[in-house]
């Protein structure tokens, strides 16, 4: 029987027999494939004395990671881990500062390429739809080629496509190049949480996790923080200056100091190393060694396929991923609406009569909740660890869920305290402190419903989360467009009162998942292989 060390590392050795787990074309991990009798499962030492044993032997050879392996990205020291895991996350954050800004110098466009504000909210929507695009082509990319190649290439781009905004002559520029920009800075969104998944196994992942689904849910209102006094004081412009100089920095330590991740990828360059080695030394076995994935492993082609058609499968007939995405898309739509309802809220004419500066300091709120829900989130996996501890180790992806049905209630309670807290004779700080308690709850929410999907899917994740992921951009993208018209036509207490009464429609999400999820399950025949699988094997 295999240790538990084996099963972490998806292999299983038997004495001529070969049960290797590839990673595939859904999730940088493993699953099980038994090969011939005749062919070996090795680590580079192995396979090295195996054909030195043998100089003439052309045994095929895979090639694997061993126990302690130093290339395996889950060996590596834990403060090379933590420093990829938070600057993975940063990336999130500084491609949601590009996305958001552009609303603090919204009303300085208008007036200088007589449009109107519908025009300059595009621009906004149009980034945001490029969060949508970007990571269902660039996915087959980041596994054909890897990771880092897809974060340096796209994040150049990202970086490049501000200069033209910065200059542009006329509205169309910044139209184009805004989509642009965010089909390329959806590559973190694409690749964040695989490299998570390189580097830590699953108990050890909440923490990253958390830090993860704090730079998803702080990097959307941080941009108005950030860039609101820059389009006050510089102009415009300067707000994509600014933002140019981030990403270009961003840019070289990316890549100097990010290093490849995805297991396949390494194993590719390992088994080359490897192979040139044997020649070195004459030996046979160079022509029949390959990585163990080498069978698994499918063309660009195959790839393009599977992204762009079983996110879709999985969003309309596994009902997890439906009620995700919607729950999802719904909380994203939120977020960047208010980037068009908290300048009538909070700016002048029926609002508190904020400057631009003051009016980007209104979403500290939103930054602040979501940072205090991350301070509580250890309890939230202490619980989901006793929960596997209960089960000897096996999965309770509805552990996952536990604190969601909290977050669940402070939505609503936040839309309604937010909307009767709008108006200007009520001081300022009253609905600021909803805002933050929204942001709690959309942090909370968000994280668990991205490890539950994961914990339920497993190697099918990718395809469960590329739907959900899906809806939410295309959903934030629309939110903003009608932002405006519907807090003008329904008064600001009316318009978030009407979000309030919505979100109590899904506040029952959390909880059915929470109780009645492991039926569920049990009902996909995507999630069901997994059912009760220890937490040590192939996720």
């Known amino acids: 029987m295999a240790s538990n060390k084996e099963k972490q590392l998806g292999l299983s050795h038997g004495r001529d027999m070969l049960q290797i787990s590839p990673i595939s074309s859904d999730k940088c991990d493993v699953e099980h494939l038994s090969k011939p009798d005749s062919k070996l499962a090795l680590s580079e030492e192995e396979a090295l004395a195996q054909s030195r044993a043998d100089p003439e032997g052309m045994l095929p050879i895979y090639l694997t990671f061993a126990p302690d392996d130093r290339d395996n990205p889950r060996n590596w020291a834990k403060w090379r881990k933590w420093y990829i895991t938070c600057f993975a996350s940063m990336l999130n954050v500084v491609t949601c500062l590009c996305a958001g800004s552009i609303s603090s110098g919204a009303m300085e466009i208008q007036k200088e390429f007589h449009v109107s504000a519908e025009i300059t909210t595009l621009a906004l929507s149009l980034y945001v739809l490029g969060f949508a695009v970007g990571p269902v082509l660039l996915a087959p990319l980041s596994e054909y080629f890897g990771r880092q190649p897809v974060y340096v290439v796209s994040w150049f781009i990202l970086f490049i496509f501000q200069l033209p905004i910065a200059l542009a002559p006329n509205i169309g520029t910044i139209l184009v190049c805004r989509f642009i920009g965010g089909f390329a800075g959806?590559?973190?969104?694409?690749?964040?949480?695989?490299?998570?998944?390189?580097?830590?196994?699953?108990?050890?992942?909440g923490g990253p996790m958390?830090?993860?689904?704090?730079?998803?849910?702080?990097?959307?209102?941080?941009?108005?923080?950030?860039?609101?006094?820059?389009?006050?004081?510089?102009?415009?412009?300067?707000?994509?200056?600014?933002?140019?100089?981030?990403?270009?920095?961003?840019?070289?330590?990316?890549?100097?100091?990010?290093?490849?991740?995805?297991?396949?990828?390494?194993?590719?360059?390992?088994?080359?190393?490897?192979?040139?080695?044997?020649?070195?030394?004459?030996?046979?076995?160079?022509a029949s060694i390959t990585d163990a994935n080498a069978d698994e492993r499918k063309g660009l082609h195959q790839l393009f396929a599977i992204t762009l058609t079983r996110p879709f499968h999985f969003l309309f007939t596994e009902?997890?991923?439906?009620?995700?995405?919607?729950?999802?898309?719904?909380?994203?739509?939120?977020?960047?609406?208010f980037n068009e309802a908290f300048p009538l809220v909070f700016g002048p004419g029926k609002g508190h009569g904020f400057n631009g500066g003051e009016q980007g300091l209104s979403f500290l709120g939103l930054c602040v909740g979501p940072i205090i829900a991350f301070l509580f989130y250890p309890l939230q996996e202490r619980y989901y660890l006793r929960r596997v501890a209960e089960h000897e180790g096996k999965g309770v992806p509805e552990a996952r869920m536990w604190m969601a049905r909290l977050g669940a209630i402070f939505i609503p309670v936040s839309l309604f305290w937010f909307g009767w807290t709008s108006y200007p004779s009520v001081h300022w700080i009253v609905p600021i402190i909803a805002s933050a308690m929204f942001g709690a709850g959309i942090y909370v929410i968000i994280l668990s419903?991205?490890?539950?999907?994961?914990?339920?899917?497993?190697?099918?994740?990718?395809?469960?989360?590329?739907?959900?992921?899906?809806?939410?951009?295309?959903?934030?993208?629309?939110?903003?467009?009608?932002?405006?018209?519907?807090?003008?036509?329904?008064?600001?207490?009316?318009?978030?009162?009407?979000?309030?009464?919505?979100?109590?429609?899904?506040?029952?999400?959390?909880?059915?998942?929470?109780?009645?999820?492991?039926?569920?399950r049990l009902r996909s025949p995507w999630a069901r292989e997994h059912f009760n699988q220890d937490e040590d094997s192939p996720h």
Do not use: C
Request: glycine fraction near 8%; charged fraction near 15%.
């Open 186 to 205: 959806g590559a973190p969104l694409t690749n964040t949480g695989g490299t998570i998944s390189d580097l830590w196994r699953r108990n050890d992942s």
């Open 210 to 286: 958390a830090v993860y689904g704090l730079s998803s849910t702080l990097g959307p209102p941080l941009a108005l923080v950030t860039s609101g006094y820059i389009g006050l004081n510089l102009g415009w412009r300067w707000i994509f200056w600014v933002l140019m100089a981030i990403t270009g920095a961003v840019w070289v330590l990316l890549v100097f100091t990010i290093p490849e991740t995805r297991h396949t990828i390494i194993l590719q360059r390992k088994t080359k190393r490897v192979r040139k080695a044997m020649r070195k030394e004459g030996l046979k076995a160079a």
């Open 319 to 337: 009902p997890i991923t439906f009620f995700a995405a919607i729950y999802n898309g719904f909380l994203y739509g939120l977020v960047y609406l």
């Open 449 to 520: 419903i991205l490890n539950y999907v994961v914990d339920s899917y497993q190697t099918y994740s990718a395809s469960a989360l590329a739907g959900v992921i899906l809806v939410r951009n295309i959903v934030g993208a629309g939110f903003p467009l009608f932002a405006a018209q519907m807090y003008s036509k329904l008064d600001y207490e009316w318009a978030s009162s009407l979000l309030a009464f919505i979100a109590i429609l899904l506040v029952p999400i959390p909880f059915i998942f929470f109780y009645r999820g492991e039926i569920i």
